[in-house]
């Protein structure tokens, strides 16, 4: 959930300062793409100044993050019977262009959406989810799905604009917006190929840890957000979260004990049925049942030493991812693996408050749908009542007007996780540097595709 959970500010920054390397991955290398899409949701604010839409929920700029965080806010607390603060849907909906694509956010919703307005596919699949979840907005959702049907690529998957390379994150997350709008993924196909083809040609076969090279026996059963420019597959974490629950055709919300990957006997799975093994073995076959659970396989086994996953951004190598380490549970639980959460739920309810306070309700959503997930009780997640943080950063009740309320931008995220770190804006700052001194700013159209090598 974290860029998809958003490469976009990375593919905005990347894409206005001009710094495609040629790599194919679009809007930078596909390791610079996949390592700060788990660290960008949040963002800091442009300006102290500026007030909160009426309805939205958090207190830090939108502009990067704010139909994905409404639209988790919306999803997490549908899922515990709450209802959402007022606006929070209007304000939703009202983000939405004619086309039925939404952008990360619109600041005068009143406007007409044009080829400046940077839609992108994450966006437009989380507030399916979100207002497929909520009812009575089923036109809304269904525009919205057109749109992404109109702009499936030749593979089948999705990038994160119409039109760019496809990427695990994006293809899982319009997955999970088909299946909630009551489409069957696998029947949603382009040249013959759906998305779960598109998430194929992203898994890493198992390995027998001799050949020394990405496909190993470390990285097997992980899937790759992008292949780099020679079209090699390198791990990645948050891309192997989301490739699970898109592979099992789940979108956000996975149901307490009823993922479509599980088999109940002791945390164990047998490959979905199929006589497979035990959970800890990484299965040869190639269907989509066996690569979500060769993916949560290779998460399981990533958690085993810390019960944390580690940022993959440059510079940051050995701190804690938490926005992927949430992610990672949610995607366990959906393939059945209750056993090998523990461990990672033990270690964010120690540890999630500064990271949630930072990033915000994205963040806070994501915990109670990990919780829900893995049959815990959001309201008392080590103690503490996630649905009602969640509900604190938004509207409360109705004639609730936030307008007035100045962004808060000391609490941007600077952790790994959901919030951009201080790493992220460091490197994308020295990017923009080197790119200035060099050949200077080229300023490219918002909403573009992504250039390809």
């Known amino acids: 959930m974290n860029v998809r959970r958003s490469a976009a500010v990375v593919a905005v920054l990347v894409a206005t300062a001009g710094l495609g390397t040629g790599t194919g991955t679009g809007f930078a290398s596909a390791a610079f793409a996949a390592d700060t899409a788990s660290e960008a949701s949040t963002a800091p604010s442009a300006s102290p100044s500026q007030a909160i839409p009426t309805g939205l929920y958090g207190y830090t700029d939108p502009t990067y993050d704010g139909v994905w965080r409404q639209s988790l806010a919306l999803l997490a607390l549908d899922t515990v019977g709450e209802k959402p603060g007022?606006?929070?849907?209007?304000?939703?909906?009202?983000?939405?262009?004619?086309?039925?694509?939404?952008?990360?956010?619109?600041?005068?919703?009143?406007?007409?959406?044009?080829?400046?307005t940077a839609v992108d596919t994450n966006s437009t699949a989380a507030a399916i989810q979100a207002l497929a979840a909520v009812g009575e907005q089923d036109a809304e959702a269904g525009r919205a799905v057109r749109w992404?049907?109109?702009?499936q690529n030749e593979d089948g998957g999705w990038g994160y604009t119409p039109g760019g390379p496809s990427d695990a994150n994006s293809t899982s997350v319009v997955i999970g917006a088909l299946a909630a709008a009551g489409d069957a993924p696998e029947k949603q196909q382009k040249d013959g190929n759906s998305p779960y083809d598109a998430l194929r040609s992203l898994a890493l076969p198992c390995g027998d840890g001799e050949t020394g090279d990405k496909n190993g026996a470390e990285d097997g059963g992980a899937f790759a957000y992008q292949p780099d420019k020679k079209g090699g597959l390198a791990a990645n974490a948050d891309a192997t979260a989301a490739a699970v629950l898109g592979s099992l055709g789940e979108g956000f919300?996975?149901?307490?004990?009823?993922?479509?990957?599980?088999?109940k006997d002791n945390g164990t799975d047998k490959g979905q049925g199929k006589g497979k093994g035990s959970f800890g073995a990484c299965v040869p076959g190639d269907s989509p049942e066996e690569l979500a659970h060769n993916g949560a396989v290779h998460l399981s086994g990533a958690l085993t030493a810390d019960g944390y996953l580690k940022s993959s951004l440059a510079g940051a190598e050995d701190q804690p991812d938490h926005g992927t380490t949430t992610d990672a549970v949610v995607a366990l639980a959906a393939a059945g693996n209750l056993a090998a959460t523990d461990k990672p739920l033990a270690w964010l309810r120690k540890n999630y408050g500064v990271w949630a306070a930072k990033a915000g309700p994205a963040a806070y959503a994501q915990l109670v749908l990990a919780a829900h997930a893995s049959g815990g009780d959001p309201r008392d997640f080590g103690g503490a009542d996630l649905v009602a943080q969640l509900k604190d950063t938004g509207p409360a009740g109705e004639g609730s007007d936030y307008s007035s309320v100045?962004?808060?931008?000391?609490?941007?995220?600077?952790?790994?996780?959901?919030?951009?770190?201080?790493?992220?804006?460091?490197?994308?700052?020295?990017?923009?540097?080197?790119?200035?001194?060099?050949?200077?700013?080229?300023?490219?159209?918002?909403?573009?595709?992504?250039?390809?090598?």
């Open 148 to 151: 992404l049907k109109d702009n």
């Open 86 to 116: 007022a606006g929070a849907v209007e304000w939703l909906v009202g983000q939405q262009c004619a086309s039925g694509a939404f952008a990360a956010y619109r600041a005068d919703a009143t406007a007409r959406c044009d080829a400046e």
């Open 253 to 263: 919300v996975v149901e307490a004990g009823g993922g479509t990957g599980k088999d």
């Open 406 to 453: 100045p962004y808060d931008d000391t609490t941007a995220g600077d952790e790994a996780g959901d919030g951009l770190g201080a790493g992220a804006w460091w490197a994308i700052g020295l990017g923009l540097v080197v790119v200035a001194a060099t050949a200077g700013f080229v300023l490219v159209r918002a909403g573009r595709k992504r250039p390809q090598a």
